[in-house]
């Protein structure tokens, strides 16, 4: 059997978020909830401390909901969480990470352990 996989795109394309700074796993001014429309940042490389927050269900994938040590949230796919589990202790993974983007679908994905030599600093006003 075959085991099919979602081909995911990194690169330089924007990343949808609400208004209090949540990253979208899908914008929210197209489809089912045209309500809100998201701010759309550049796509970034950030180091972080994420903690396991819950999981979700969506239209047709499920993926997991990380709050950022700011309070604000991203999304993992499953297939990068999966990636994470080697990585995570009591819930948490801390590192350097970027956002992903599979089919219409936007995700946060671990790029690995943080460096002691590497200061990053990055700051966007939503």
């Keep these: 059997m075959t085991k099919r996989v979602m081909a995911s795109k990194k690169g330089q394309y924007q990343i949808p978020f609400d208004p209090k700074g949540n990253q979208q796993d899908y914008p929210s001014d197209t489809g089912w909830n045209p309500r809100i429309p998201p701010t759309w940042v550049d796509n970034f490389e950030f180091v972080d401390t994420l903690t396991y927050f ?40 801390t590192g350097r990470f970027t956002f992903v983007k599979k089919g219409s679908s936007y995700g946060c994905m671990f790029l ?15």
């Design 112 to 126: 690995g352990p943080v460096e002691d030599d590497i200061q990053w600093r990055i700051t966007y006003d939503y």
């Design 54 to 93: 819950n999981y979700t269900q969506g239209r047709s994938a499920i993926g997991f909901t990380m709050k950022r040590t700011d309070g604000t949230t991203v999304n993992v796919f499953i297939s990068d969480f999966h990636q994470m589990l080697p990585h995570l202790s009591r819930g948490q993974i």
